[in-house]
């Protein structure tokens, strides 16, 4: 059974049931959008150590201000990941978390947005 956090308009987590090997399918709404349309399998041991790190990271409001405003978050991904200077580094890490967080797995990389 698939289990909703939040409000798919808004911003949802929706976990689905484990798999095999502490695997589980997360997927992520934003605005109505579904994030997670690639690889939305997550390692739940890395999965919920990160998850926790980025909430303090959150409640500390330790967030960087978007690098690139009224873009969408694909515009963002693609600016930033063309972009090989310090700048992208400054970001890379918090920009793309979510992107790891649904796409580690202990024995594969993860895998890139597809451009449209």
């Known amino acids: 059974m698939t289990r909703?956090?939040?409000?798919?308009?808004?911003?949802?987590?929706?976990?689905?049931?484990?798999?095999?090997?502490?695997?589980?399918?997360?997927?992520?709404?934003?605005?109505?959008?579904?994030?997670?349309?690639?690889?939305?399998?997550?390692?739940?041991p890395f999965f919920i150590r990160v998850m926790r790190s980025s909430a303090a990271q959150v409640r500390r409001r330790d967030v960087k201000?978007?690098?690139?405003?009224?873009?969408?978050?694909?515009?963002?991904?693609?600016?930033?990941?063309?972009d090989e200077t310090e700048f992208r580094e400054q970001f890379?890490?918090?920009a793309f978390h979510a992107t790891q967080l649904t796409t580690a797995r202990p024995h594969t990389a993860s895998r890139t947005p597809q451009r449209p």
């Open 4 to 44: 909703r956090l939040g409000d798919r308009a808004t911003f949802a987590v929706e976990i689905g049931e484990v798999e095999p090997h502490q695997l589980r399918v997360v997927d992520l709404w934003v605005a109505g959008k579904r994030l997670t349309t690639e690889d939305n399998y997550a390692f739940l």
């Open 92 to 94: 890379y890490a918090d």
């Open 65 to 82: 201000p978007c690098p690139f405003p009224g873009r969408t978050a694909e515009e963002i991904f693609w600016l930033l990941r063309a």
